[in-house]
């Protein structure tokens, strides 16, 4: 294994982190709680 294949690896990985976060975000169970918080800077004390 050469410092390509782990540049490779490494590669792939990232993405797949980044595509479970993007699907998380949008994920419809997280809807409720990303819109309580979206909220938060305009409700009264």
């Known amino acids: 294994m050469d410092i ?3 540049r490779s ?3 792939v990985v990232s993405l797949l982190t ?3 976060i ?3 975000a949008w994920s419809r169970r997280n809807k409720a709680s990303f819109d309580e918080a979206a909220r938060l800077p305009f409700q009264d004390e």
């Open 9 to 11: 690896i490494v590669t």
């Open 4 to 6: 390509n294949d782990l």
């Open 18 to 20: 980044f595509l479970g």
């Open 22 to 24: 993007v699907g998380w």
